[in-house]
């Protein structure tokens, strides 16, 4: 009988070491807001000891992030980030789901609605009021995090670089495949660093096609306990991109780690389409790092203080570390600026920025003065989801630096070098 997900949980022997690696514990030093407290709440749950219905269960599960930065720390390689989907979707399936999650998933992820709401943000975006308008409350931050999604260049340069996107690679050996992934919120509010993708990975070799019939890739649904619907997203996604070998290149941190997990999302499936689908993804940074991790073609200089700020399902759930390195050190001049506690959650999580404001707040107030003391022009980042809220967090604080996604700024020196000409 298969358990679901919750067999990740039995590794755990309450060594401790997962407290200080935790956002929720180290903000309220509460051990039900742990991993090692969560995971005793999970297996009561599967026991049966607590029910689903119970309120100090959904009160602290609710509150986890779901980062996973207590996995890589772990010495007996719990896989908490299974257990806890694994407890989400019982809770969900008793309780259901809030009407504002519904109404997020609604509006982030239905073709159509979508297309409709990202289009209406993409003009406001463009008035200036969201930024003019950036601050702490649950409204304004809202805007703040719209206002990070806003192109770094004009929008008649935009189109001008997307035109570049579009024309064919020039090179003297045929380029490699690459299939791109496009998802909902990337492709609605970051369709730039899709543009941005493309023009850098043809400077390295590729030749990227584009997939009809993706869609979303199910990460929202999975970390709202909706797992019925991640799988159906996954499925549709999977028969898209089809059977081939080439590699789907991905510049979403969350859409590529449960990309990468296809495998055990779709288990129940009679063939393994799930599997050899998840061992073509790669994130934008691993193919451009090249298989030796030689590094992109380097590009011209750009004078810029950058902090890198790894999001949480790229460097703990995909354990993709080098490979954004190896493409800033392919810029020359620009300098990495050290901040403490850069691997720590930013808050954002999906939608808990949303369902959780107090809590996702408070785990993004440490990282933001740690960036106020740090001083960068630009904080690189290669989640949306961490874009808006490290942008918004920003925003509200009166801090000057913009968050950019890394491809963006690898294509900026490429473009300063005369790559595009």
């Known amino acids: 009988m298969t358990r679901g997900g919750f067999e990740g949980l039995d590794a ?69 980030g299974h257990g806890l ?45 969201p930024r003019r308008l950036a601050g702490w409350g649950r409204i304004r931050f809202a805007l703040g995090m719209l206002a990070a999604t806003k192109p770094a260049a004009s929008e008649a340069a935009a189109r001008k670089a997307a035109a570049i996107a579009r024309r064919p690679l020039a090179a003297p050996s045929p380029p490699l495949a690459a299939l791109l992934f496009r998802g909902c919120v990337m492709d609605g509010l970051f369709s730039h660093v899709h543009d941005a993708t493309v023009r850098t990975l043809n400077v390295n070799g590729y030749a990227v096609r584009e997939v009809a019939a993706q869609g979303c890739c199910g990460a929202l649904h999975a970390h709202a306990g909706l797992i019925d619907g991640a799988r159906e997203l996954a499925r549709k996604n999977v028969a898209a991109f089809g059977d081939g070998d080439e590699p789907i290149v991905v510049n979403s941190a969350g859409c590529g780690a449960i ?6 999302v779709l288990a129940e499936s009679d063939d393994d389409r799930g599997a050899r689908f998840a061992a073509r993804v790669r994130d934008v940074t691993e193919l451009l790092a090249g298989e030796a991790m030689k590094g992109p073609v380097p590009g011209a200089p750009l004078d810029l203080h950058v902090a890198y700020d790894p999001p949480c399902h790229l460097l703990h759930a995909q354990g993709v570390a080098v490979p954004p390195l190896k493409l800033f050190a392919a810029i020359p001049v620009l300098e990495l600026v050290e901040v403490p506690g850069a691997a720590e959650c930013c808050g954002s999580a999906g939608l808990f920025t949303l369902l959780e404001p107090e809590m996702s707040r408070a785990v993004l107030a440490a990282k933001i003065e740690r960036l106020r003391a740090a001083a960068p022009q ?44």
């Open 12 to 80: 755990c022997v309450h060594c401790g070491f997962c407290l200080q690696a935790c956002p929720t514990f180290l903000a309220t030093g509460d051990e039900s807001d742990s991993p090692r407290g969560r995971i005793e709440l999970m297996r009561a749950l599967e026991r049966g000891d607590l029910t689903a219905d119970d309120a100090a269960l959904s009160y602290h599960l609710d509150r986890c992030l779901g980062c996973r930065g207590c996995e890589p720390v772990c010495p007996s390689g719990v896989q908490y």
């Open 378 to 421: 630009v904080v690189a980042t290669g989640n949306p989801g961490c874009a808006m809220q490290i942008g918004a967090g920003l925003a509200a604080a009166g801090i000057a630096a913009h968050v950019r996604h890394p491809v963006e700024l690898l294509d900026d020196s490429y473009r300063t070098a005369g790559r595009y000409e």
């Open 259 to 264: 990309m990468k997990e296809y495998g055990r």
């Open 85 to 129: 989907e694994a407890a989400r979707a019982r809770l969900t399936a008793v309780r259901g789901v809030s009407r504002l999650a519904r109404l997020a998933l609604w509006a982030l992820t239905t073709p159509g609605v979508s297309a409709a709401i990202y289009w209406f943000a993409r003009i406001f975006r463009s008035t200036g009021i």
